[in-house]
């Protein structure tokens, strides 16, 4: 569809002076409130200060939302620039990208080190305000001018005074509020800013007036004398530091092959247990989204710790450190100086430089190393929180979840599972080794009982952590099986999932059927105890020997019993005897294992509700504490020399089948 707008030469507009700005104020700073073109000033002001030509900054919050910003620098230039014709305090509050921190060349610039880029501070200030007054006191007088209407009325300069020795710029603002969703200068903004500046410009007094709506004035004033490590104690409030702070700076001289004379950092750096929020500053503007010259102070840390833990051997085996386990507790804050910083956006909340970070990092990264190895034991606290860390990310790291699919845990391959979803008749049998496994199949009710082999023994359990649990197959399998997640003794888990109303035990009658059905009962114990707790755990209790007694005439077919164990044997010998058999005519047999019986024997000793023989698994009453200091002494890595002790006073007691 055609449009029947013109679109030709006459379409094209040009924006020209401030008015750029006023177009689109939020490509040139915050739009939220003023708080940023107030900055603008109050940086001109800090700038002086940096330079070492100021020692007074003087902000006044007026009543009528106006803010004053004095200073008692050198004053803006108000001669003709040579080149524009034009005064220079008209440039510089009127001309986008014009300025005294664009000559870098050292020497040649106003501000060696400013916070400025673009050019645009001041003059962005001017283009969002409704007046502006600038009172310069430079070469013995006063000099007055005034810029109304977003810059676009400039005032005549006049000399209002004589000031003798006197210099300084006084800048009062009235920011338009059409500009601005807050058209409110924000007070405790202006005062952290403030704040900053008193921390990173030693010697230099700042001061904030707020006039009051009664006609009182109400005053704060900013000093650290400690400088940034008496501010980043401030910010600690009560919290103290696990190793005492470290502060320092360090600047190139003229020799530098690397950075212009006078670049460099200052920093405080404190680790705690609750970090404070760190800060960073580049030519004492405020970095608030950090940024490289931020990056190169952790970089620098990072190196300086890292060889100090290897030269004291500090790392136990298996664990590496990262920079995020040496910073992640570090408190900071950073004043960086670069003769021309990039920043991200003119809102200046990120340094893109990239040469800070190597210029950062390479300041900070001797001091620090020849501190820590002066102080040793500050060295050797910080590097245990950063241990501390590094061991629990690679826990963390480490941690293994039920393998799913589709988000459902996938039923491991080789459980034979039933065909009823009745939770109160469904049980699942933990079966000692692949043949007692198949045994186990052939002989169980399809409908009720499901089967899972446990290849080999289960791993001990008793001390592994919670999130590296399912690290090993048999325990990830026997949990995916039983549809419950790891839970702790005091927790209240969700037992919705639970597949089956009785976990089942069945191992052989020997010691090594006796350690697996421990290392099993420790899992439960330890990682699912509630299963145990509301007698969902069973220990099967399969025979040690088979007893086959003879016919004995036509009313007395042949029978198979079945002893437990010496004591059941002994007994079925003494009854079969009463009933007139002479002791060879019976047979004996041993089984060595699950798996040599056949699925008939299986079935009706250890599977057959109505015939076998299992033990519910319950902790006794009151005997919780008990247990657990038993469990810990026998299932207990560190627990070797108690366990000895306990076997030489307890062995006669135990029963043995060796």
């Not at 094209?12 to 689109?24: A, D, Q, S, T, Y």
């Amino acid at each position: 569809m055609a449009s029947d707008k013109n679109y030709d030469e006459s379409s094209f507009r040009v924006l020209k002076g401030l008015e750029p700005v006023r177009e689109r104020p939020g490509m040139y700073t915050r739009t939220d409130s003023p708080a940023h073109v107030i900055q603008e000033v109050i940086d001109n002001a800090a700038d002086e200060a940096l330079g070492g030509f100021a020692k007074k900054i003087h902000v006044t919050l007026h009543g009528d939302g106006s803010v004053t910003v004095a200073d008692d620098g050198r004053g803006i230039p108000v001669g003709l620039h040579p080149v524009e014709k034009v005064p220079v305090v008209v440039l510089a509050y009127t001309r986008l990208h014009a300025g005294g921190k664009f000559d870098k060349k050292e020497g040649n610039s106003a501000y060696a080190f400013s916070g400025g880029l673009h050019g645009v501070g001041v003059a962005v200030t001017n283009a969002l305000s409704t007046r502006i007054e600038v009172e310069v006191k430079r070469e013995g007088k006063i000099h007055r001018i005034d810029f109304a209407d977003g810059g676009e009325t400039i005032g005549e300069i006049s000399v209002v005074g004589e000031c003798g020795r006197q210099s300084g710029t006084r800048v009062r603002v009235w920011p338009d509020g059409k500009y601005f969703e807050n058209p409110k200068v924000p007070q405790a903004e202006i005062e952290r800013l403030l704040r900053s500046k008193a921390v990173l410009l030693a010697g230099v007094n700042v001061r904030l007036d707020i006039e009051q709506a009664g006609g009182g004035v109400l005053t704060k004033t900013w000093s650290y004398p400690e400088g940034l490590s008496g501010y980043l104690r401030e910010q600690a409030g009560d919290q103290e530091p696990v190793a005492p702070l470290f502060s320092a700076e360090k600047y190139a001289g003229a020799e530098d092959a690397s950075f212009a004379n006078g670049e460099g950092a200052a920093w405080v750096l404190g680790w705690f247990e609750h970090p404070v929020p760190c800060e960073s500053y580049v030519n004492l503007i405020p970095t608030v989204a950090g940024g490289t010259h931020e990056s190169g102070l952790r970089a620098g840390v990072f190196e300086a710790m890292k060889a100090f833990v290897e030269h004291h051997a500090l790392t136990p085996r298996g664990i590496k450190l990262q920079q995020e386990d040496v910073c992640g507790r570090m408190s900071f804050v950073l004043s960086a100086r670069l003769l021309d910083p990039q920043f991200q956006g003119q809102v200046k909340e990120k340094l893109n430089s990239r040469e800070a970070v190597k210029l950062v990092s390479g300041m900070l990264r001797d001091p620090f190393e020849i501190w820590l190895n002066n102080h040793v034991d500050a060295g050797k606290a910080i590097a245990e929180l950063a241990i501390k860390a590094a061991t629990a990310r690679q826990k963390n790291a480490q941690k293994v979840e039920k393998k799913k699919t589709s988000g459902v845990a996938v039923l491991p391959g080789k459980l034979s599972d039933c065909e009823s979803e009745d939770i109160s008749a469904n049980e699942i049998f933990l079966v000692e080794g692949d043949s007692a496994g198949g045994s186990a199949k052939m002989a169980r009710n399809k409908e009720t009982q499901a089967i899972l082999p446990l290849r080999g023994k289960v791993q001990n359990a008793w001390e592994v952590d919670p999130d590296r649990l399912l690290a090993n197959n048999e325990i990830h399998d026997i949990a995916v099986a039983l549809g419950v997640d790891a839970h702790s003794a005091d927790s209240e888990p969700d037992l919705s999932g639970l597949r089956y109303g009785k976990v089942v035990i069945m191992s052989d009658a020997d010691v090594d059927g006796a350690h697996i059905q421990t290392l099993l009962l420790t899992l439960f114990f330890r990682h699912f105890p509630k299963l145990i707790e509301r007698g969902h755990i069973y220990v099967a209790q399969p025979p040690l020997y088979r007893v086959d007694v003879p016919a004995q005439g036509k009313k007395r077919p042949a029978r198979r019993l079945y002893a437990l164990d010496e004591g059941e044997l002994a007994a079925i010998r003494d009854r079969v005897a009463q009933e007139g058999f002479k002791p060879e005519a019976i047979e004996i047999g041993r089984f060595k294992g699950l798996g040599e019986m056949n699925p008939d024997q299986l079935r009706e000793t250890t599977m057959d509700p109505a015939t076998r023989r299992v033990l519910p698994v319950h902790v006794r009453p009151g005997a919780v504490a008990a247990t657990l200091r038993m469990f810990t002494l026998l299932m207990g890595k560190g627990e070797a020399s108690g366990r000895r002790a306990w076997m030489e006073d307890k062995g006669d007691t135990v029963e043995a089948d060796i």
